[in-house]
Each structure stands twice: as C-alpha cells, then as structure tokens.
C-alpha cells in the first residue's frame, strides 16, 4: 500500500466551507480586499464555532477553499498580503489545532486558466504564489494537505464543462506541476506533504482520465461529482434521485480502478445534493447512497456547504454560519449513516 494510500485511509469525510473566503469582489483594490472579502457573498466571517461543530458531527477533516487573486500582488514577487494571509492561517488554526485534517487551495483564480499561451504565466504564478503558502504553513505537518487548484478550466467557452480538451488537459499538468514542485522545494514538512491535485474542472469522468498524476508518492487525485446531476445540481432539476445509482456506481468503479487500486488515492473535494423545496429525506437516502459507494471505493467524501439552505439558486447549506446548528440534520445522518457510524 502506497504511502498516500495509507494516510487517506485515516480520513472519515469532510467538509468544505464554501462562499466565504472563497468568495472575491474584483472590483475591491488590493489594500482593502482583506476587510471586506470574506464576507463579500453575503456569508459571515467563519468562527470557530463552526469548525467545532463539524467536528463534533463526525467529520475529521475540513476543506477551507480561498481565493487569493485580490490579495496578490504585481509581478515579479506576486505578494500575498499579510492581512489576508494571517487570516487564512487563523481559521486553518481552528481546526487544525484540534487534530483535525484541513484542505488548502487556491479556488476561484482568474490567472490559471489552461491556454498555451497562458502556460508559462500560470506556471510562475502557481509556484510564487504557493511558496509563499508552503513558508507560512512550513511548521504544520501532515494534518494540513495543500490542494493546488479547484476547478482549472475554459471559463465562458462550450468547452468549459465538458471535461476539456488537449490544450485544456496538458496545461492543467503542467501548472499542477509547478505546484507539486513549488511545494517540494520549500522548507520544513513540505518536503513530505500530501498534495491534491485535479485535472481539467475537478471532472470525474473526462477530465479525470487525461490527468497526468504527477510523479511523487504523496500526490492525492482531486475529483468533484454532483451526481445523479439533475438531482443533485442540475437548475431545473427533479426533487427525487429515483434510487439512480448508474453514475454513482460507475464513478467510484473507475476511480477505484484507475487510481485507488494502483496506490494513487482519491478524494471527493466537492459532493453534495441541493434542497428542493423540502426533499430533506431524499437527500438523506441519496447521501447514505452516495458515501457508502464511496467507502467501499476507498474514497472520502467533502460535502460542499456554501450555507445556502432556502430560496433559489444553489442550495447546499448543512451548518447555520451564525448559530452553528445543523439545518438538515436528516442530511447528516444519512451521510453518517453511509461511514457506518
């Protein structure tokens, strides 16, 4: 069994706390993006209160996804600014000096997109941007894993979806490898990581098979899957998911024999079903579904919680941001009820 492969398997389910320092305003300048873009989509700022409740809930690990493109700095040093980095560590902090596992990326970036003629910038950019990362988080060992990038992909273009292209796949490689080596080459438990890494959009089926896995033995493989789509994420959609296990089934075969099976692990960066006018008990039988096909994978799981719970638009919300209550708690115990907790 591969040293990743080991470390994945201490791993139960996550998840990912979205729309907050994710989230960016492009027109905030660079000196006062710090102040305002945590809670620029409307989310309050992440408290440990919330960490300690997902913690509580059974998950052992958290994803923290961050958009840094406001707070970065003009070339050549691409600077990260200070106010913006100490935050960052403070909430990797909440959970990590709890003994839990945290997930770092870069999320929403508009410098990386995978064009050849973008290749070279991307590339310098990844690894300026990411050495800076890996010094202030030199000192934190194995329970904090750096994810090089969310969703690399052809925003705005038919191609952007579908899984990608050539192009879109050889330029995702390379800036994966420019993370990959960003990393390597800094101090202290940088040297021994475990690092995610996606191919073209985080795509499960595609995408995923024209990733060149880089050549290291604590590289983790990035995947997202909102399946069956027109339940889980699909606007319109369908209220029921009609016990449709196709996609799901045939994911984590692929995953697990591509990857898993030859000593590269897997992890579902992002999962999730949207409520639907009250399809809580659905969404509790599709979960159980979902993460116990994924065990048997050898596949932990990231919910995606951008605490969105009524309304329109996207609704993944699990945890209240404000009172730290669970709004779905039948959501929850359908996705421990799949660990077999």
């Known amino acids: 069994m591969s040293l990743a492969t080991e470390f994945v398997k201490h791993i139960k389910a996550g ?88 997930i770092l990326n870069l999320h929403h970036e508009d410098w990386n997109y995978p064009y050849y003629t973008n290749k070279e910038a991307a590339c310098t950019k990844m690894k300026a941007v990411w050495k800076q990362i890996a010094e202030r988080f030199a000192e934190y060992d194995e329970h904090l894993i750096f994810e090089g990038q969310n969703e690399p992909r052809k925003i705005g273009t038919p191609l952007e979806w ?48 024209n990733l060149t896995v880089p050549q290291d033995e604590r590289v983790i493989v990035s995947v997202h899957a909102y399946e069956p789509y027109e339940f889980a994420l699909q606007l319109p959609g369908r209220k029921t998911w009609n016990h449709d296990t196709e996609m799901i089934d045939s994911i984590m075969k692929e995953l697990k024999e591509r990857f898993v099976s030859k000593g590269i692990p897997v992890i579902m960066g992002e999962f999730g079903a949207m409520n639907r006018d009250g399809n809580e008990e659905e969404r509790a039988d599709w979960v159980a579904y979902y993460v116990s096909k994924a065990k048997e994978a050898g596949i932990p799981c990231v919910w995606w919680d951008n605490a969105r719970f009524f309304g329109e638009g996207e609704l ?14 039948k959501v929850l115990d359908g996705l421990m009820r799949g660990l077999g907790n």
Not at 42 to 71: A, M, Q, Y
């Open 162 to 209: 579908n899984g990608g292209d050539e192009e879109g796949w050889r330029v995702v490689d390379a800036t994966n490898q420019a993370f990959v080596d960003a990393i390597r080459e800094s101090k202290g438990y940088n040297a021994t990581r475990f690092l995610m890494v996606p191919g073209y959009a985080a795509n499960c089926t595609v995408g995923v098979r």
């Open 316 to 329: 993944f919300g699990l945890f209240d941001r404000n009172n730290f209550n669970c709004v779905f708690p």
């Open 15 to 102: 998840v990912s706390i979205g729309d907050t320092l994710d989230s960016f305003n492009d027109f905030i300048t660079y000196e006062d993006a710090p102040a305002v873009s945590e809670t620029a989509w409307g989310n309050p700022e992440i408290k440990e209160g919330l960490i300690d409740t997902i913690l509580r809930s059974g998950f052992n690990l958290v994803r923290i996804p961050v958009s840094w493109r406001v707070h970065i700095g003009p070339a050549p040093d691409f600077h990260i600014e200070d106010r913006w980095m100490n935050r960052i560590q403070e909430v990797v902090d909440y959970a990590y000096k709890k003994g839990a596992y945290v």
